[in-house]
């Protein structure tokens, strides 16, 4: 069965936070770090993972995406950050 993470971003060199869902995690990354050519992620470049969350549905892990994308799952992400510098 498939499985959803939801991630969270940060690029330390513009302090810039972003937050998706994939299917696959590492093909997701490759895309973000290297692959793509435009978009938002490729201005920021590097991007590291802070936070991961597994989902069996899609409905859960898109839930779960906009949750963090609030000002208070923002906050939360923050103060993972935070610990890890």
């Known amino acids: ?11 330390l060199k513009f302090d810039k936070i972003y937050i998706g869902y994939t299917s696959d995690l590492e093909s997701r990354m490759k895309s973000h770090n290297e692959l793509a050519k435009k978009g938002y992620t490729v201005k920021y470049r590097p991007w ?24 208070r799952g923002r906050l939360f992400i923050r103060q993972i950050i935070e610990e890890l510098d």
Not at 1 to 11: G, K, R
Not at 48 to 71: C, N, P, Y
């Open 48 to 71: 590291r993972i802070v936070h991961t969350e597994s989902f069996q549905s899609k409905s859960d892990a898109l839930k779960r995406e906009k949750q963090l994308k609030s000002s």
């Open 1 to 11: 069965m498939e499985s959803f993470t939801v991630y969270v971003l940060h690029s």
